[in-house]
Structures are given as structure tokens and as C-alpha cells.
């Protein structure tokens, strides 16, 4: 599994060869995951950074059934205090334009949702096209508004993300990496 930081505009990379993932059980019968040290500390501390004000991308990549999957979930758990956003890529929708954005505007209630939704052409009536750039300050206004909590963004399975949601998505974390939002994505 490799892990990738994006933090103000330098990138900093571990990887290290992995066996798939394993569990065990607790006593309140959740599964948690072992031998993953390394990679949920990178999460815990991903976390920590936002608690404290400050943004970064944590990028996990890997072969299936490595326990990507598994450190979103406990990220989302960890996040107690946050406004918790998700993305999840799925085969079928990766030719469906802005498929994932639309996800990601009926999870948010905040004001900029309904710019994006024009901007992405969910609420368009007169058929001009969609302006990319529109699109991504729009997801930058509607991801900085979290209404004074960090915000831990998972993006689950992003390969398969329609082009038109992974281009704005882009374009929006590399700006919001000096802001309050902190996203977590497995590739």
C-alpha cells in the first residue's frame, strides 16, 4: 500500500508491500483491522490536522483487498466532531458525467449545494453547456462550507469516478489544502 500526503503543495510518499487485510473482532463485536500500524497512524494524523485547522490529502493506493477500504471506514469512525463527506466510485457510473458530484450535493445541506447543482446542470433549464471551472469553485465553496467543524472528505474506489467528477475534484483539493477541509482517498 503506498500512502501519499498532499500538504501545501508538497508531496510526501510511503509505500511498503502488504499482505491483504485482516481483522479481528472485538468485544462489541466491531472489526478492527491488524498489522496496519503505519497506515493508521497516517490516518489518525490526517485527522488531527484538520482538528487543528490545517488540510491535507492522504492518497491510499494498493492492490484490491489490501485494507483501503477498511482505513476509510476508520477514519470515518475516528472523525467524531466532523462533518463527514463521502465519494464512492462505481464501475457502472464512471460514463455517467458528474455522477460523483451529484452524490457528494445531496450529502450537503449547505447553501453552495444548489450552486453546484446548477453549475454541474442538475437545475439547468436552457441547456448552456457546463463551465468546468464553474464546477470546481463551486465544489471548493461547497466543501470549505462545513459550518465551523472540519470536514474529512472519503473518496472510496476514485478510479472509477466519471472523468467530470475526478477533474473538479482535483482542482478543488489542491486549492483547499491550505483551508480547513482534509480528505481521505483510495485509489
Not at 130 to 148: M, P, R, T, Y
Request: charge should be positive.
Amino acid at each position: 500500500m503506498c500512502l501519499s500526503w498532499l500538504d501545501g503543495g508538497s508531496t510526501t510518499e510511503a509505500c511498503s508491500a502488504r499482505a491483504p487485510a485482516r481483522f479481528r473482532e472485538t468485544r462489541n463485536h466491531e472489526c478492527v483491522l491488524v498489522a496496519r500500524g503505519a497506515e493508521q497512524d497516517a490516518v489518525r494524523g490526517l485527522l488531527d490536522r484538520a482538528r487543528a485547522g490545517c488540510a491535507a490529502v492522504l492518497e491510499l493506493v494498493g492492490e484490491p483487498g489490501i485494507g483501503k477500504t477498511a482505513l476509510l471506514a476508520q477514519a470515518r469512525r475516528l472523525a467524531i466532531g466532523f462533518d463527514v463527506a463521502e465519494l464512492v466510485g462505481l464501475p457502472a457510473e464512471q460514463t455517467t458525467p458528474y455522477a460523483g458530484l451529484a452524490d457528494l450535493v445531496r450529502q450537503r445541506k449547505a447553501a453552495p449545494a444548489g450552486i453546484l447543482r446548477r453549475a454541474i446542470g442538475l437545475d439547468a433549464s436552457d441547456g448552456r453547456p457546463v463551465n468546468e471551472l464553474a464546477v470546481g469553485i463551486a465544489l471548493i465553496d461547497l466543501l470549505a462550507s462545513s459550518n465551523g467543524r472540519p470536514l474529512l472528505l472519503c473518496v472510496d474506489d476514485a478510479q472509477w469516478l466519471d472523468p467530470e467528477t475526478r477533474r473538479p475534484l482535483g482542482f478543488a483539493l489542491r486549492r483547499l489544502v491550505s483551508c480547513a477541509p482534509s480528505s481521505l482517498g483510495k485509489w
